[in-house]
């Protein structure tokens, strides 16, 4: 708890520490500007804004979502165990109780909001009652209250403040006019923008960390109440029930516009929750599938934006938290999945740098040519630079999409791969059904889910047409395949979530192939011919 706190600390105070250097280092660049002004702008908005937030997120969940606010005797006599916990800590922390309202939706997702302890509100949805048993439902509220106790509310809106601040100041400096001060003092300004919109840019992951940060500290809240592995299994149970829940267009509209508040980030839930369905007859399933978000390097550069950290990372943290407390803790067992993997992390970061070599070498040799062409009597020649990344980039598909024979595999066993890749596919088939549409929503999404005995996992269809090739192929192609037997081969590829990037569907509607390597071959034709055009006319 005192390392969570201290993270808060550090990430405030180097927000701020941004802010004041560059408003300095302004005031020394030149005597007086009007980014005071503009700053004094952004505090009072902000300011407003925090203010009347939660009356306006309250009509907006009334008329949205219809959230129906439930007065005390009511939460006591329907949930009395949600009931108890919050009293519990209200009368503990000596604030008053908030208040609780209720959104019917199957959707399992929990939220705070408010201004300070005093008038928070606390929102849960009928899927927490559905998919949760009271254990669960009383850890997840335990969670927010946690967010409550600790004025989570205050802290983020302090640290997007001084954000948003930063913007400021760049967007001050960097577009002052032309008249005024001699051209040595604008030059210093523009600097100093420069600097503070480099400074905006680390700003947003430094938000992001602390906001990553209030989670933890929320989850050890909620583990000093309720035994940790009840909210671990909540987590889980969260991300299946929203994966299990209808997606209508309402239940997107909920869950995107309380993501950065809800107890987990749906997006990473939904990939989680495709393959949890499979712990039923898997029971070390749910475990395999969260080595990759804690032993994987990539891992760390896909949580680098996300407002939640990865769930592994945070089954992991409770899983310490219930071995301190001496608590058991036998449901999602991570080490030992770790242990049955074999896990080498030296391996997994020699692969880890190999890949990003793949990225960065098409950059690399787009640099030098560029550079060389700026540097020789014709700069003319640094065009050259776009041709040269790309082709670059094409001597790297063979290695992206491996041309090897696809392995036969399962959801269960793709998800568990802890050495998966985001840049380098693996070719395997599945056998099993096209249950929907990635976007159920919608008629035109080219996406599909399928499954196989053990699991779900996304289809991710790309043309050789980009968009328009997409939108044709969800709109003719696709329909005819939904809830049709058959295969997949493809590519596997693990980011927040596992997916397979089709090459072939196979059902008893037909058959469906996908071109993505000559997909990536069509867009570097067309920027080819855009350079080729460039350097015509420019002699």
Sequence with gaps: MAKLYFASLVTLSLLTAMVAGVVIAALVAMGSLDVGFALLMVLAINALIFFISPWLTDLMLKWVNQVAFIDDKMLAARYPHIHAIIHDVAREYGFKAPSVGIIPDRNPTA???????????????????????????RAVTAHELGHIVNRDFLVMTVAGTLVQMLYVIYSSLTRRPAGGGDSKSKNNLFIVGIVAYVMYLLGTYILLYLSRTREYLADSFSAERVEARHLANALVKIAYGITEAADTEQSRELL????????????????????????????????????????????????LSSTHP??????????????????????????????????????????????VGVLVLPVVVA????????????PALALLAVPAGIFAWLAFIPIIYPSSAP?????????????????IGRPVRLEGEVIGRVDAGSVFGEDTVFADPSGRINVDFRSLLGPLGDFWTGWRRIKPHINQKGSVTGWFRRGMGGFVIMKELDTTAGRVRAYPYFAGLGTAVFFLAIVGLIAFFAT
Excluded at 315 to 342: G, M, Y
Excluded at 367 to 378: C, F, K, Q, R, Y
């Design 367 to 378: 640099a030098i040519v560029g550079l060389w062409g700026l540097a020789s009597e014709t």
């Design 256 to 303: 995107a516009s309380t993501r950065h508040m809800g107890s987990v980030d749906f997006k990473g839930a939904r990939h989680l929750g495709l393959v949890v369905e499979a712990s039923k007859t898997h029971p070390e399933a749910t475990a395999n599938a969260m080595l990759f978000d804690i032993y994987n390097p990539w891992a760390k550069l896909i949580e």
């Design 310 to 355: 990865l769930t592994g990372k945070r089954i992991q943290a409770l899983a310490t938290i219930a071995n301190h407390k001496r608590q058991t803790f036998p449901d999602i067992d991570v080490e030992a999945a770790a242990k049955r993997a074999n896990v080498n992390p030296s391996a997994l970061w020699t692969k880890f740098w190999r890949e």
């Design 407 to 423: 392995a036969n595999e399962t959801v269960v066993d793709l998800m568990g791969d802890v050495a998966a890749s985001p840049v």
């Design 111 to 137: 939220f705070t909001y408010g201004l300070f302890r005093s008038n928070a509100r606390i929102v849960l949805t009928d899927g927490i009652f559905e998919f949760l048993n009271e254990e669960e439902a």
